[in-house]
């Protein structure tokens, strides 16, 4: 499926002011920011864009990095010498970079199969894969925030990860909408969207 162009519509506006009023959230100021904005912050902070508003992200803790290791690791090893590619944050994915460009995000663990979307900034448009691992700021900005706007824009498989649950449910992009399915920590999940493709969740959490 092709990626799509992200624009707010009133349903975008709702879940981003959601978002804003959280108490997990931390912005800037109350502008509305570009990717041009973005590049000139020197604060020495992480942030994210959302239809221009900025959300603080805050640093992962061991276990997250651990899984995070764990599944770029296996990722790695399977797409080695084929044309998808793998990256982990920090890296930026600026989903509507040809029309407002006010909307640039940081994926825990991404996969682009289309290289033509790849510069030497990051990526322009939606990757194919996509795995956000909670931590305790961002758990609403991924289950809805993110979930929304994933699916919005096209990306074909998001996974979220449950450190503490430890499972994962992973989210596949069918007729425009997310079938879910949920997988724990002693099955092997396949991606729906990468050919021989299967994680063995007993080693992402082994910890």
């Given at each position: 499926?092709?990626?799509?162009?992200?624009?707010?519509?009133?349903?975008?506006?709702s879940?981003?002011?959601?978002?804003?009023?959280s108490?997990s959230?931390?912005?800037?100021?109350?502008?509305?920011?570009?990717?041009?904005?973005?590049?000139e912050?020197?604060?020495?902070q992480?942030w994210?864009?959302?239809?221009?508003?900025?959300?603080?992200?805050?640093?992962?803790?061991r276990?997250h990095q651990?899984?995070s290791?764990?599944l770029?690791g296996?990722?790695?090893?399977?797409?080695?010498?084929?044309?998808c590619?793998?990256?982990?944050?920090?890296?930026?994915?600026?989903?509507n970079?040809?029309?407002?460009?006010?909307?640039?995000?940081?994926?825990?663990?991404?996969?682009?199969?289309?290289?033509e979307?790849l510069?030497?900034?990051?990526?322009?448009?939606?990757?194919?894969f996509?795995i956000?691992?909670?931590?305790?700021s961002?758990?609403?900005r991924?289950?809805?925030?993110?979930?929304?706007?994933?699916?919005?824009?096209?990306?074909?498989?998001y996974?979220?990860?449950?450190?503490?649950?430890?499972?994962?449910?992973?989210?596949?992009?069918?007729?425009e909408?997310?079938?879910?399915?949920?997988y724990?920590?002693t099955?092997?999940?396949?991606?729906?969207?990468?050919d021989?493709?299967?994680?063995?969740?007993?080693?992402?959490?082994?910890?």
């Amino acid at each position: 499926m092709d990626s799509k162009n992200y624009t707010s519509d009133s349903g975008d506006e709702s879940t981003v002011s959601e978002a804003v009023h959280s108490e997990s959230y931390a912005r800037k100021d109350d502008r509305r920011y570009t990717y041009s904005d973005y590049l000139e912050w020197d604060d020495d902070q992480r942030w994210e864009l959302v239809d221009g508003v900025p959300f603080l992200m805050s640093a992962p803790s061991r276990w997250h990095q651990k899984i995070s290791s764990n599944l770029h690791g296996m990722l790695y090893n399977i797409l080695k010498g084929k044309t998808c590619e793998i990256y982990s944050a920090p890296f930026d994915v600026r989903l509507n970079a040809d029309t407002l460009d006010n909307t640039v995000v940081q994926p825990d663990i991404l996969v682009i199969c289309d290289r033509e979307k790849l510069d030497d900034a990051g990526c322009k448009g939606a990757p194919d894969f996509i795995i956000e691992i909670l931590s305790p700021s961002t758990t609403n900005r991924d289950r809805f925030l993110k979930f929304d706007l994933y699916r919005k824009v096209g990306v074909r498989e998001y996974w979220i990860v449950e450190v503490d649950a430890k499972k994962v449910s992973a989210h596949i992009l069918s007729n425009e909408d997310y079938i879910t399915r949920i997988y724990g920590e002693t099955e092997s999940a396949p991606i729906s969207v990468l050919d021989n493709c299967t994680i063995d969740l007993a080693e992402v959490f082994d910890f």
